[in-house]
């Protein structure tokens, strides 16, 4: 049996280093608490590093603040709200909405109502200063909608990827599986090295925030069923057979 060192996942994550490095663009994307001190805090609070085993990280303040930890009176982590630029546009599967940061593309999301595909943005961004089309989005947009058109394109827009260290890496892995091709969830497990989580791999493919960008609707079920897809199983068949005719 092989035992989990709750240290070397720490480690292994990729806000750790943004952590180490006390870097300001990660602000507003997580908090990191410390089980030691109560305390939780954005990355780049100059507070002294905490040893790996000690931190947990949270998507939110909000979330920090439910498992029990207080904010740092040092950094304050809730005026640390990231930008994040936004914009809305038509394509042959509705509407698009692509949202980025600094660090790159946060949200590509499918929708039939302007004001819902805000309110998801909301609800997954609840801590973002939200923008609408500031920074040139538009351009990033354009592209986007080219690849939901003819989506064996590549998307060439730094990601940047908010979630849960395995979510992550199912998503990185996403990004392997060729256009014109599908995967079975439990196929993706055993390529992970998880073989028995074929619902935690639908369930990342269901966290997912980057449609198209991150191509879970190329993963399907063992049977060859397409299965559930977050924007309506339509538009994964049509992503597919547009892939399969390119």
């Known amino acids: 049996m092989t035992l989990s060192n709750p240290s070397l996942d720490i480690e292994r994550d990729p806000r750790w280093a943004a952590l180490c ?19 939780y805090c954005r990355p780049s609070c100059a507070a002294r590093r905490p040893l790996a085993r000690n931190v947990r990280f949270h998507a939110t303040p909000d979330e920090a603040e439910r498992a029990g930890f207080r904010a740092c009176r040092r950094c ?4 640390a709200a990231q930008a ?12 698009v909405l ?5 660090a790159g593309l946060r949200a590509v999301l499918f929708g039939d109502d302007a004001g819902e595909l805000v ?19 538009h351009a990033v947009l354009e592209a986007v909608v080219d690849c939901v058109e003819a989506p064996h394109l590549t998307l060439d827009i730094p990601l940047d990827l908010q979630g849960t260290a395995f979510q992550v890496k199912v998503w990185q892995a996403l990004r392997r599986v060729p256009a014109g091709s599908t995967v079975s969830y439990g196929e993706l497990a055993r390529r992970l090295g998880v073989p028995d989580s074929a619902r935690a791999i639908a369930a990342a493919c ?12 190329r993963v399907i ?18 992503l597919l057979q547009r892939e399969a005719r390119a």
């Open 21 to 39: 490095a006390r870097d300001h663009a990660a602000d507003g994307r997580f908090v990191y608490s410390v089980k030691t001190t109560g305390v």
């Open 76 to 79: 304050h982590p809730r005026r």
């Open 84 to 95: 994040i630029r936004f914009a809305i546009g038509d394509s042959s599967l509705g509407l």
């Open 98 to 102: 692509v949202a980025q940061g600094d």
């Open 119 to 137: 309110r998801d943005l909301q609800s997954r961004l609840p801590d973002a200063a939200l923008a609408v089309d500031a920074g040139g989005v």
């Open 206 to 217: 269901a966290a997912n925030p980057l449609a198209v960008a991150i191509p879970c609707h």
């Open 221 to 238: 079920a063992a049977d060859g069923g397409l299965s559930g897809y977050r924007w309506g199983v339509a538009r994964k068949r049509t």
